[in-house]
């Protein structure tokens, strides 16, 4: 089916989720758009969240996607629900993905989730877990200074060490957890750091690693797939509704999708 | 949706598949059938396969299942795309979750497969990778020394661990490999010993783990979950078309599955 992949995030995060999706499905084509003028969702009222993550999915649809992937925790937590039962198309959320990941991975059914304020604070991973699996226990911690942190580049050194070590006492001194969902698309890119703090005992899953895994899973299940022979094809075409920069160096940095052409749009 | 889900398999091999099932989850109903008396399916001409794999899934169908699991590589190879053109139910088979696993683990693109010698010559797991990306290198072994070994309970020690190293040293030599599928049911009962002969560099993938996660994500992807809420449930019934012996046997020594009903049942 020769149509792109869609993917949305509030900015720059969802673009760990379409690496792996790039990683995982090579022959696929994406669109991606960060709302990163509006951006964080994190920190805004719920509707809002609504409003802004319709207006860009509206205009991702104008490519003709064949599949949606809300790239953002916030957005899946508020929307996904209603995005789903609205649109004709697959739509894939990042937080059941990461959460059956840790349902996968855990044996001491003990599982830590971190991410932004208001990610924590809605539970939705705790909840995603639980409906599947109501014998799980989880430990969520919110982690405000990681995206700061990556958004200036700081992503290794002795500072990244120090904030994440700080930011992961709680989950480090749980024993009996084994299993950390990163519920922020940030993270993975500290992720690194974040699995020297923690050490071997604790299994660090990525939603971004997860989500790519079920994307295919969900191209077989609706008999999705490319059927293209061209290959290599052209890197994701990366849109954004603010500034360039960051995204640019993003993607050449640490995505290396040197590539990707980066566009700015205005959605209203 | 309060109805059971349905595993099939040739024999014994899809108890790791079942195990997976129930572990991830919790809360789900499963009906397993294991055509043990005509078992194996691996040797026999491929419309044989087709038939019985059609008669035992009729035989299922009678217990109203959700989704059917084909918990046989040999039956996902041959029967798969039949079965889901044909049923009205999801239908989820054993080689495209464990080709995704092996997409999502690998970093040199160099994946080892060892199952059956049909298995092996049929290329399925070859097949499903190279559809997705095209760049994966396969190494594919044929291990048939492996279910004589696990079917007469010498699952460790060093006659398992001699027939493994021996089997494998074609795996074991190719330095490019990173991973390495299980594709075939049977295997993940020895998967410490096959992790121990291999090391580190290469991650070893069980198509029964990853089956778990997919089932579970089209349980989403087609609402179905049970919305049951006493917890915990029943262990799966157990059918068998053979000998309850080898069932009952590993029901509780492996499987853990204490509670299950073993029940010999004539499904012409």
């Known amino acids: 089916?020769?149509?792109?992949?869609?993917?949305i995030d509030s900015g720059i995060g969802g673009l760990t989720v379409l690496y792996e999706l790039k990683r995982q499905l090579p022959k696929?084509?994406?669109v991606y758009l960060g709302d990163t003028l509006r951006c964080p969702y994190g920190s805004k009222k719920a509707d809002e969240v609504r409003?802004?993550?319709w207006e860009i999915v509206e205009y991702l649809l104008t490519f003709d996607i064949k599949l949606l992937v809300v790239a953002c925790n916030t957005a899946t937590a508020i929307v996904l629900e209603e995005l789903k039962q609205y649109l004709s198309i697959p739509v894939v959320g990042v937080i059941e993905p990461g959460a059956r990941a840790a349902i996968k991975s855990t044996e001491t059914e003990h599982v830590g989730i971190i991410g932004t304020e208001n990610t924590i604070s809605s539970q939705?991973?705790?909840?995603a877990l639980k409906q599947i699996n109501?014998?799980?226990q989880t430990v969520g911690v919110a982690c405000p200074r990681f995206v700061p942190l990556i958004e200036s580049g700081r992503i290794s050194g002795p500072e990244a060490k120090q904030v994440v070590h700080e930011s992961l006492v709680n989950i480090k001194n749980d024993s009996s957890i084994d299993a950390l969902i990163l519920g922020c698309t940030h993270y993975p890119i500290i992720q690194p750091v974040i699995e020297d703090v923690l050490g071997k005992r604790v299994t660090v899953l990525s939603s971004a690693l997860e989500t790519g895994a079920e994307v295919s899973a969900s191209l077989t299940f609706y008999n999705m797939h490319t059927t293209k022979d061209e290959f290599p094809l052209s890197d994701p075409l990366i849109l954004t509704t603010g500034s360039l920069s960051v995204l640019q160096r993003l993607k050449?940095?640490?995505f290396h999708f040197t590539n990707s052409q980066?566009?700015?749009?205005?959605i209203l």
């Open 51 to 53: 409003q802004y993550t």
């Open 28 to 30: 696929e084509e994406f």
């Open 252 to 254: 050449d940095e640490i």
């Open 262 to 266: 980066v566009k700015q749009v205005s």
């Open 1 to 7: 089916m020769e149509r792109p992949i869609g993917v």
């Open 124 to 127: 939705a991973y705790e909840y």
């Open 134 to 136: 109501p014998n799980i």
